[in-house]
């Protein structure tokens, strides 16, 4: 008995109302044109053009862009490696320990993380910068996106790789024409996934990275410890809007494929 | 074995011993030495130049200082203590927010539920300090909240709500609550309908029959969702720091603390180090509980 009782109605709306107030308060506000954020002083985009004249906030976007895009390649390049290794590896010496360190670093609290690399970084005398908080995202996401690949490689038929290699592949032709295509939405979505945990990180990058290159997340974080700023509320909505249209295109995307994929069974059912 | 397998094998493997599993020795070893006012700020450091004798040299010199100080100074087991608290409190709390987001989707007409994944989902991929910012406007003095309350005529003068416990409790259901819905969705999701309409068949009421059917087959949802938003805020450093007050004592606050403004390297390794311990408990029960599900599942 599946209904839409007052009381479903009413737990739906009161959730999605908090979770959402706060974020179409920040956006309202961010068009405000007093200084004050609480105070409604009528529309201005005045805030926009500030944050775009303001070379501090350009620069770590910057950065944070780059860092973003390596770590998130290099992520899953090494955590389908890694998925592939989990799923179709076998038994090697050390198994347990690699999917302990597979799965530890997704439940190990940031602080931890970013503290234990920085005295790697710095017993191994690695000066600190772009390069190693690219290394160290690299690492924390590669576990994310290995464990959305495994469970797409985990539940596919093997049998098609297998006759791949039975008609005279090598394994890397195998995977290339085969597994790849198969498991490409889990790498794309793994990939995606890197990409904002890199984007979104605040603390492992702090303890990692070099007093030249500051990333957002540090940026923002040091201004809006002293308070909230019209600014912020700016460049807040500017990160909401594209990650919202990033979302939804993504979920129009696969809803379309997975439609096209039902037309083309239905297809070859009544064929 | 082949070449090939090997080299597959090797490069993920080699990658995560080099970055995850010896910087955890080296933040044992720093937690085992004593602070100094050197570069780096700790003695000893191991000499492998001085080969063997350097190597025994250094294991002597190693010892838990820290530790001890940790035990004796109320700072840090106020802290620890104070973790937990909050991390429970702040995980019940979850749950009674999310449960009836979770149940309300699952009874949703079908057509809506990819639709409502997509806006419980899209949240999480907004940035997580941008969904803290956001509520620092709304709580404090002059914000919009105290403004509506006093508007509405419930309150006569301002609330202090930033920088408290309170808004670190609001902080923590607001940002962990999608971790906790989606579980418990997925679960009641799957919850076989006719066994309600049995229980109702034999008289149950709707409410004893929420109790008797949908409560413990939901059950592996809520534990999940619950060690979900536990784990990750025992060692929460962002929400503290930006909603709480100079009384709110997390363990990530302190350990941020200690490393960058005190520059304490050991006390903040040996902080780590007890914060490790602690967790492998919910850890080992978390992943005890998804083992049982997947063997449920199969």
Redesign the interface.
């Known amino acids: 008995?599946?209904?839409?009782?007052w009381?479903?109605?009413t737990?739906?709306t009161l959730?999605?109302a908090?979770?959402?107030i706060?974020?179409v308060?920040?956006v309202i506000?961010s068009f405000n044109a007093s200084k004050?954020?609480?105070?409604w002083a009528g529309f201005s985009t005045k805030w926009y053009f500030e944050l775009m004249r303001n070379e501090a906030f350009l620069n770590a976007a910057w950065v944070t862009l780059k860092v973003a895009l390596a770590s998130s390649t290099a992520a899953t390049v090494?955590?389908t490696?890694?998925a592939?290794?989990m799923v179709r590896?076998g038994r090697?010496f050390?198994r347990t320990l690699?999917s302990g360190?597979?799965?530890?670093?997704l439940?190990m609290?940031?602080?931890?993380t970013g503290?234990?690399?920085l005295?790697?970084f710095?017993?191994v005398g690695l000066e600190r910068g772009v390069f190693t908080v690219v290394?160290?995202h690299?690492?924390f996401s590669?576990c994310f996106v290995?464990i959305v690949v495994s469970s797409r490689l985990a539940t596919f038929d093997r049998s098609i790789e297998e006759a791949a290699l039975d008609l005279g592949c090598t394994?890397?032709d195998a995977f290339r024409s085969v597994t790849l295509p198969i498991i490409a939405p889990a790498v794309i979505s793994g990939w995606l996934l890197a990409f904002?945990l890199s984007?979104?990180d605040?603390?492992i990058a702090?303890?990692t990275t070099g007093p030249a290159s500051t990333t957002l997340?540090i940026r923002?974080?040091s201004s809006?410890?002293l308070?909230?700023s019209p600014e912020?509320?700016a460049l807040?909505t500017i990160?909401?809007a594209l990650?919202?249209i990033?979302?939804?295109t993504a979920?129009l995307v696969s809803?379309r494929a997975i439609m096209r994929q039902r037309a083309e069974e239905q297809r070859a059912a009544a064929t | 074995m082949n070449l090939r397998r090997l080299i597959l094998i090797a490069i993920p493997y080699l990658w995560l011993l080099l970055f995850f599993l010896i910087p955890f020795g080296i933040v044992l070893k720093i937690s085992l030495s004593e602070t100094a006012i050197a570069i780096p700020p700790y003695t000893p450091t191991l000499d492998l130049s001085a080969g063997w004798q350097g190597f025994t040299a250094y294991l002597s010199e190693l010892d838990f200082d820290n530790f001890s100080f940790l035990a004796e100074d109320d700072l840090y087991w106020k802290a620890f203590l104070s973790s937990l608290t909050i991390s429970v409190v702040s995980t019940l709390l979850t749950l009674a927010v999310g449960f009836p987001i979770a149940y309300g989707m699952a009874n949703a007409p079908e057509e809506w539920r990819p639709s409502l994944m997509v806006l419980v989902i899209l949240p999480f991929w907004t940035s997580f300090l941008i969904r803290v910012y956001a509520w620092m406007g709304i709580l404090s003095q002059g914000g919009l909240l105290n403004q509506f309350l006093i508007w509405t005529g419930l309150i006569d003068t301002p609330l202090t709500i930033l920088n408290t416990n309170t808004a670190v409790y609001i902080g923590i259901v607001y940002t962990y609550l999608p971790f906790m819905v989606l579980p418990i969705y997925a679960t009641l999701e799957k919850l076989d309908n006719s066994l309600l309409e049995a229980a109702e068949d034999l008289g149950c009421s709707r409410i004893q029959a929420f109790w008797l059917v949908t409560a413990p087959l939901s059950r592996p949802g809520v534990i999940a969702g619950c060690f979900l938003v536990f784990i990750p805020v025992l060692g929460e450093f962002v929400i503290p720091s930006l909603l709480g007050g100079s009384g709110t004592l997390m363990i990530g606050k302190v350990l941020w603390e200690e490393f960058f403004t005190n520059r304490d390297w050991p006390v903040a390794s040996a902080v780590a180090v007890v914060l490790l311990l602690i967790l492998i408990i919910p850890i080992t029960l978390f992943q005890r509980n998804q083992q049982a599900q997947r063997e449920a599942d199969e």
């Open positions: 008995m599946r209904r839409l009782t009381f479903n109605v737990a739906l959730g999605f908090f979770l959402y706060p974020i308060i920040l506000y004050l954020v609480t105070v090494l955590g490696m890694a592939y290794v590896g090697f050390g690699f360190m597979i799965y530890a670093p439940v609290p940031e602080v931890i503290l234990s690399l005295l790697l710095i017993a290394l160290a690299t690492t590669m290995s394994p890397f904002t984007l979104d605040l603390v702090s303890f997340p923002i974080f809006i410890r308070g909230v912020i509320n807040s990160l909401i990650v919202t990033g979302v939804i979920s809803k």
